[in-house]
Every structure is written in C-alpha cells, then in structure tokens.
C-alpha cells in the first residue's frame, strides 16, 4: 500500500506538502453587511429574479398549452404526440434554466439522464419521452415556477426600488419645490391636510430608513434565491437514482484500478525481492553441491550463507503478506493490528480502539491500510514526535482519526497521495477530512461504513 500513497505528505516538484497552503487572501475593510449592495453576486441574483417573470410567463403559458391541447385530444390518436412534444419542450426550458442559474447563481446542476427510445422510430421516442420522470419534474418547474416567480419579482423589485428612492431622498428633495410645485414627498394627504417630507430631521430619517431597506434587499434577494436553487436542483437535475448510478460506475472504475495497482505491486515485490533470491539460492545451493567432495568446508559456508538468504526471502514473504491482508487483523481484530503498525511507526503512536464488535472484512481491511498509509507518511515526512490513533463507531459508521504533531501543511490536493486515499475511501461511500494548518497539528479523519 505504501507505493501507491507514500507521498501524502511528502515532496511534490521538490518542494514539500507541508506547509505550503499560501496565505490567506486579504481581509475586506467592509463588513458583509456594508459591502453587499454593491457586489456583483447581488446584481446578478437581482437580475436573475428579474429575468425569472418573463421566462416563467413563457414556461407556463407553453406547459399549460401544451398539456391543455394534447389532454383535448387524447381521443384521437394525435393527442399523445402532442403532449410528447410538450414534455420534450419543456426538457428544452429546463435545458435554459440550468443555463441560467449557472450563469447568474453559480449554481451548476449536471443534466439529467438523456432518452433511451428502445426503438428508433416515431413512437418510440415518444414512449421513451412519456415514461421518462425527468419530463414530468419538467413540466412540474415550468408550472410551480411561475407563481414563485411573481411573488419573488415583486418582493425583489419593491425592496429594491423603495430602498434606493428613500436612501437618495435628500439628493433629489430639491426637483419637488422646483418642479413638482411641491414642498417634498407627500407622506399623507387628504381634502384638508397634507404632509410633506421636507425637513431637515424628515428627510433625515427617509434616508436611513432607505438605508435599512437597501442593506436588507441583497439579503432578501438571496433568500429569493435560495428557493430557486432549491426548485432548480431538485427538479431539473438528475434523479437520485441516475446520480447513485453515476457515482457506483465511478467507485466500480476505482475499485478496478485500484485492484490493478495492487496487482500490479505484488508482481513487483516478488519479482524483484523474494522471487530474485531464491533464484540466488537456488544458485548458491547449486555451487554448494558441486563443491560437496572436494571442498566441504567451503560448501558448508555456502551452506551457511544460504540459510540466510532464506530467512531473509521469508522475511520479506511474510511483509509482503502483511501487505495484502495481515494475518492478525483477521484473527485478533483492528485493536491489535493496529497496535502492530504503531509499534514499527518511527514516532511512538498511542493507539485506542473503542469497538464492541468487529465490522465487514473488507471494512476492517481498508481502515487497517488507511491507518498504516497514515502512519507511513508520519514517519517519513511530518517530523512528528508524537502521534494518536482513535477508532470507535457512530451508529452505523467507522471513525478513524489520526492525529501528529509535526509541522502540519498537509493536503489532499490532486497530485498528493491523500487524494488516492480520498478515492479508494469514496469507493465503499467513505470520506477523508484532513485538518493541516502550516505549523500543525495535523488531524486526518476517516469515515468508512460499518457494514457489520
């Protein structure tokens, strides 16, 4: 497992994993509050709501038209085309949607699975259009979205333009006297009274309260928004059973990959390590026998000298073995194989396992070479003096924390071998969470499936 991992924290284009995250970014003198009427986010989710009532005029009047005129002639053959058709328009709309969130709210939704017609004619397509849920949660945004769109227009442009017209009162005050024939913005006025914005503490207090409505309607806006996100993702996106799919056909992809690997290095090691000597035995024992009669002192040596290179070939047997599939995790459990991996760590590593009962096998044997990965990249490249490894169980979960006090830094970036350990975790529906601040301590958490 080491070669596949062993740079997590280790030197990458000659310049260390560790401590190298680069400062933080500078801090803007505004605070959020201040700042978020004049940021281009706020603008674009404003134009979003904005651009929102018409494209959901034309969603709605297209879907209710649709659907109204193919449902009219479902007795006769042309009404299931028809709706067909109006279904695969609204597919199209959607198709805008994505765009348009994506555009303006950054928000990124894959699209959803595409049709499968099992035959290629006419009907075929229509069949494959009719049963397909994506069109019908189509059809179902273009007619929910229409009444969110009103509500979030007027919401949005109301706060929007009393914000701004109360905040700039005191810099217009002046075209009512002189061109409204008026003394300010009438507050009240009937047969017998009117009221006028028009003194100083008035017009005071209009621009502060249009202060308060400009500072709320970003926030306003982006609640508005939230719902749209909400609309866009759960209906114009993959189903959850397409998007488990696409995941599983990810994780298989690694699986295989990663069995390759590892395939791949045990090949490796035995050709290039025990495999090459017992070829040298084999040789030494050979010379051995040819000098047997005429030289047996120099054949006993060789003898000798053989004997050693077989309890070294079984040596490295028995770590390659270890390797695949330790023999004590499987008798005694992760409690003493882990114990086994801490005591060759070069950093002492204090090792507490809280389990009542042992998970899947091949749980306990991905949590056994996370661990031993973990401690491997301590050794060689955190500059620890001291390391922890914590397991235990949440409800139907296994925690693993690895904890160092070396230098800190770490990264599951793409290049770093964190990132394959990150993958090999996704593929049992894992997780990997690594903590790094320069200067340490480095905490690494796993999250693997109980599985019991």
């Known amino acids: 497992m080491a070669t596949e991992y062993g740079h997590g924290y280790g030197q990458r284009n000659g310049t260390s994993d560790w401590g190298t995250q680069g400062t933080a970014g500078r801090r803007p003198r505004l605070p959020a509050g201040l700042r978020a009427p004049f940021e281009g986010r706020t603008w674009r989710e404003l134009a979003y709501v904005l651009l929102g009532l018409p494209i959901s005029v034309l969603m709605f009047t297209y879907a209710v038209t649709m659907v109204a005129l193919g449902a ?81 227009f007027v919401v949005a442009v109301n706060f929007w333009a009393y914000g ?67 609309l866009v993702h759960g209906l114009l996106g993959p189903s959850r059973l397409a998007t488990r799919v696409v995941e599983l056909e990810s994780d298989r992809g690694i699986v ?85 991996v801490a005591s060759r760590c070069a950093v002492p590593v204090q090792v507490d396992v809280d389990l009542q009962s042992r998970p899947a096998p091949a749980i306990e044997g991905i949590a056994y070479f996370t661990v031993s990965e973990l401690l491997q990249n301590i050794s060689k490249h955190a500059r620890a003096t001291s390391a922890t490894v914590d397991v235990w169980r949440s409800e139907d979960r296994l925690m693993l924390q690895v904890t160092d006090n070396g230098v800190g830094g770490a990264g599951a970036g793409v290049a770093s071998g964190l990132a394959g350990l990150a993958e090999r975790l996704d593929a049992v529906d894992g997780i990997l969470v690594v903590d790094s601040p320069a200067g340490g301590p480095t905490r690494v958490t796993a999250e693997l499936p109980w599985r019991g």
């Not at 328009?89 to 017609?117: I, N, S, T």
């Not at 006419?122 to 009103?150: D, I, N």
């Not at 061109?179 to 009274?193: A, F, I, K, R, S």
């Not at 035995?281 to 026998?289: E, F, I, S």
Request: proline content about 5%; aromatic content about 8%; charged content about 20%.
């Open 164 to 230: 701004w017209a109360l905040l700039t009162y005191p810099v217009w005050y002046w075209v009512f006297p002189l061109y409204g024939g008026q003394d300010g913005l009438q507050l009240y006025g009937d047969e017998t009274h009117r009221i006028y914005l028009d003194n100083p503490f008035e017009i005071t207090v209009t621009a502060l309260v249009g202060l308060l409505f400009t500072l709320a309607t970003p926030w306003i806006v982006r609640a508005l928004t939230l719902v749209d996100r909400l």
């Open 72 to 152: 009219g002639l479902l007795v006769t053959f042309l009404g299931i085309p028809v709706l067909a058709a109006g279904l695969a328009g609204c597919r199209g709309l959607g198709a805008l949607e994505r765009a348009r969130a994506r555009g303006l709210l950054g928000l990124d939704v894959a699209a959803p699975e595409p049709l499968r017609p099992r035959k290629g004619s006419l009907m075929g397509w229509v069949g494959a259009v009719l049963k397909s849920g994506t069109s019908w949660r189509h059809l179902l945004y273009s007619v929910l979205h229409f009444p969110w769109a009103v509500f979030s």
């Open 256 to 340: 295989v990959d990663t069995a390759a690997a590892d395939l791949r290095r045990i090949e490796r090691d035995l050709h290039d390590g025990a495999q090459a000597r017992l070829v040298a035995l084999a040789m030494d024992l050979g010379l051995a026998k040819e000098k047997l009669a005429e030289d047996p002192r120099a054949a006993a040596r060789m003898v000798d000298e053989a004997h050693g290179e077989v309890k070294t070939a079984l040596q490295e047997l028995r770590d390659l073995a270890r390797g695949i599939h330790p023999a004590v995790l499987t008798d005694r459990g992760l409690d003493a194989a882990l114990s086994s």
